[in-house]
């Protein structure tokens, strides 16, 4: 018996059937059974006490990205009227959860359409009402404009890795939001050579990527003068996130 697939059954009956064992109860366990996440059987997950609805199937909240954005939060509590952008925002977790605890206004961008529509979603379940939406490639779609942060959760697994990666989430998310270029690092090599235009003087990207990928970023910020940059391990004591303070 698979003790987590217990948990997460159990998890969707007290969620989803408030403890009443029906048949689609039985029919959606079968399903986590054969690797379905649970959280998109539930429709929504919590996120750092912000109510995230999934019905577009984004990329499901990870708790390595609650905790860094906990973090975040806590570093800027007491600064006001900031300006963020939450770049590859997906579900949107990530600057809904920065706008409701900072009150911050907070811009979204994300290429899939769907996503956008999760987002304007998202927000009205929170009632953040600060804030624009692009549909954007990146930065491709984005007015400009300078931020004091970008908080951005790109693509970053290496596709020559992929036996690494847990089949129900390999089979059942969208392996665009999943996987990138160049070991992975094709969008955070994007945000340290052009993000700079989009941010105020001493502004930082926080970047989250995959641990392993450390000495290749640092071998690619060599001699680079725009910014200095540190890392923020997650809880499991992993680097996590690539920090870039613009030097300028």
């Not at 986590?32 to 996120?47: Q, R, S, T």
């Not at 990146?138 to 036996?163: C, G, H, Q």
């Not at 340290?192 to 970023?217: M, R, S, V």
Request: glycine share 4%; net charge negative.
């Amino acid at each position: 018996m698979n003790s987590i697939n217990e948990q997460e059954k159990k998890w969707l009956l007290d969620e989803k059937y408030h403890g009443n064992k029906n048949d689609e109860y039985y029919r959606e366990c079968n399903e986590i059974d054969n690797g379905m996440p649970v959280a998109y059987l539930i429709g929504n997950i919590e996120f750092l006490d912000c109510h995230i609805d999934l019905e577009y199937r984004p990329l499901i909240p990870r708790a390595e990205t609650e905790y860094w954005v906990n973090i975040f939060i806590k570093q800027n509590k007491k600064k006001r009227n900031l300006k963020i952008l939450d770049l590859f925002s997906g579900s949107g977790c990530i600057g809904i959860a920065v706008s409701k605890h900072l009150n911050a206004e907070v811009d979204f961008a994300e290429i899939d359409a769907k996503n956008i529509l999760q987002i304007n979603k998202n927000k009205g379940i929170n009632k953040i009402t600060k804030g624009n939406v692009f549909q954007s490639d990146v930065f491709s779609n984005i007015p400009e404009k300078k931020y004091d942060f970008i908080l951005a959760n790109p693509p970053y697994l290496d596709r020559n890795k992929v036996s690494q990666v847990q089949d129900s989430v390999l089979y059942n998310e969208d392996d665009h939001a999943l996987f990138a270029d160049q070991q992975g690092l094709k969008f955070v090599y994007e945000l340290i050579n052009i993000g700079a235009e989009y941010i105020k003087d001493g502004g930082e990207i926080w970047i989250e990527f995959d641990p392993w990928q450390t000495d290749l970023i640092d071998e690619y910020l060599i001699d680079n003068n725009q910014w200095n940059h540190s890392y923020l391990e997650d809880q499991y004591k992993k680097d996590r996130v690539l920090i870039l303070k613009n030097l300028t």
